[in-house]
């Protein structure tokens, strides 16, 4: 029978076959049930590819207005929901080429002229993790800027700054939270780095060595954007490597898992303040959920969550990069493996970031024009809980040097105030001056100043550091970057 379309996948290829598919093979090889989210893209390359095809002659005018019809028909489909994907046809490509040669008849046909299914997903998968990577650059300056939002309304609190989770020097809790500023600000930028190398095409490459068809492919580039700073069109410049490397999807993941991963670490920060060992702060209640058996609690479920999924995130980091060892060029099947991974990637950083961005700065009110329901601090647990571990005994230590002590001894003389301090069960600023001068003569009154939590953290005044005047000029900064 000869007809205008094929309804299952081998007759897109010949009647070399001598036997069908298995079932089992048939829906192990298949991957429209995941890839059929690359459609957009895919109808988006198509309508690039038949353009040029065109332009250069080598399909007609008509076929072109055939395909564009056909394909705005299909889009209208899948976006209604009315599109019937088939299993046996595979793949996205597949069964979008089929029902426009079901469609359009002989133009349909025409479109995979100069084109091959392996330059065709290489394109798709680039093109849509392009338009994913800027939505993800969009919740991370969201939530770059819930923290600038809680930073600034915190400068002057007081949180224990800890190493190996021991108090160790006080630090402004807004110096704190542009700490993770400056993580998603990298995140950022790793991102934009990636978006560059994955913004080529390798369209054009064909099935591996290039075609014989008069192809402009910049053309194609500059119709899809994939284009520099400078509007110069971006394309693989060798056929092999275009369908065959995934290095891009690889990077993609590798800079999404340091982001998950800062997000982890935050995550268990709010964690551990959340206990009611610190109490430090409280996010909104439908972050966080009851148990079943213990009335009294109220679990950190989402921070939780996002430290668990971190795991997931570099566990799909390690299955493409797995995936792509001991491939001989060029295209393999193995690649159609790149897809899961890559979207569970996608979708897990976005939804966290997503929830981070309003547990964080909480939910616009648009009675009100202001953000509500965000991470509530309780600066009176944070500065208690400075005043617990000696966090001004480098200040104390730093004064001395300052009365001309060699900073060793002073350390040696303050470890000596620490113990007795310890002893009294008080704090250094509540010894004594007579029992602080036994420790060395050239203590004065003014060292109270350097011993409270406010003189430390105005002490620490250069560039980079906790005091509250670096805080604000960094807080300016990042409002200067986000805006
Ligand atoms: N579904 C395939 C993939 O994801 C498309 C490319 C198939 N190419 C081929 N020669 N079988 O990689």
Not at 293 to 320: F, S, Y
Not at 448 to 456: A, T, V
Not at 464 to 474: F, K, M, N, W
Request: glycine share 6%; charged share 25%.
């Amino acid at each position: 029978m000869s007809t205008n379309q094929f309804d299952k996948k081998s007759e897109a290829w010949s009647a070399l076959f001598s036997e069908p598919m298995s079932d089992l093979v048939k829906r192990y090889t298949a991957s429209v049930f995941f890839d059929k989210r690359l459609w957009l893209a895919d109808i988006t390359g198509s309508l690039a590819h038949a353009e040029m095809l065109s332009a250069q002659k080598i399909i007609g005018a008509q076929d072109l207005a055939d395909i564009q019809r056909g394909m705005a028909q299909i889009r209208s489909e899948i976006e209604a929901g009315s599109f019937e994907w088939k299993l046996d046809l595979e793949d996205v490509h597949l069964n979008i080429e089929a029902r426009l040669t079901q469609l359009v008849g002989d133009a349909g046909k025409r479109l995979h002229t100069g084109r091959s299914r392996n330059d065709q997903v290489a394109t798709d998968v680039r093109l849509w993790l392009r338009g994913e990577i800027d939505l993800i650059t969009n919740l991370l300056v969201e939530l770059q800027t819930a923290l600038v939002d809680v930073a600034e309304k915190n400068v002057e609190v007081i949180l224990p700054g800890f190493t190996h989770l021991q108090v160790a020097q006080p630090v402004s809790f807004a110096h704190h939270l542009l700490a993770y500023v400056e993580m998603f600000a990298r995140d950022a930028e790793r991102l934009a780095d990636v978006r560059r190398r994955t913004n080529r095409l390798p369209l054009g490459s064909a099935a591996l060595a290039g075609t014989t068809y008069p192809l402009d492919r910049e053309r194609v580039a500059v119709s899809l954007g994939m284009v520099d700073d400078q509007g110069v069109a971006q394309v693989c410049q060798n056929s092999l490597d275009g369908v065959s490397d995934r290095d891009f999807a690889i990077e993609f993941t590798a800079a999404a898992s340091l982001c998950m991963v800062h997000i982890s670490r935050f995550s268990e920060e709010l964690i551990l303040w959340m206990s009611q060992n610190f109490g430090f702060v409280k996010i909104a209640d439908r972050f966080t959920t009851g148990s079943s058996i213990m009335p009294q609690k109220k679990n950190p479920d989402v921070p939780e969550l996002a430290r668990g999924k971190t795991g997931r995130v570099v566990g799909h980091l390690m299955g493409l990069i797995t995936l792509m060892k001991g491939q001989p060029l060029a295209y393999n099947k193995d690649n159609q493996e790149d897809k899961e991974p890559l979207f569970d990637t996608v979708d897990t950083l976005k939804d966290t970031l997503r929830i981070f961005a309003e547990m964080v700065g909480g939910q616009l009110n648009p009675a009100t024009g202001a953000k509500e329901g965000g991470i509530t601090v309780n600066a009176v647990a944070m500065e208690e809980a400075a005043k617990k571990g000696y966090a001004t005994a480098t200040d104390l230590a730093d004064y001395l040097v300052k009365k001309g002590l060699p900073f060793r001894d002073a350390h040696e003389t303050v470890a000596h105030a620490v113990k007795a301090a310890t002893s009294h069960a008080c704090d250094l600023s509540e010894l004594p001056l007579t029992v602080l001068q036994g420790f060395n003569a050239s203590i004065e009154k003014d060292v109270y100043e350097c011993l409270s939590l406010r003189g430390s953290l105005n002490a620490r005044n250069t560039l980079g550091g906790t005091a509250p005047a670096q805080v604000l000029t960094q807080i300016a900064r990042h409002r200067a970057r986000l805006a």
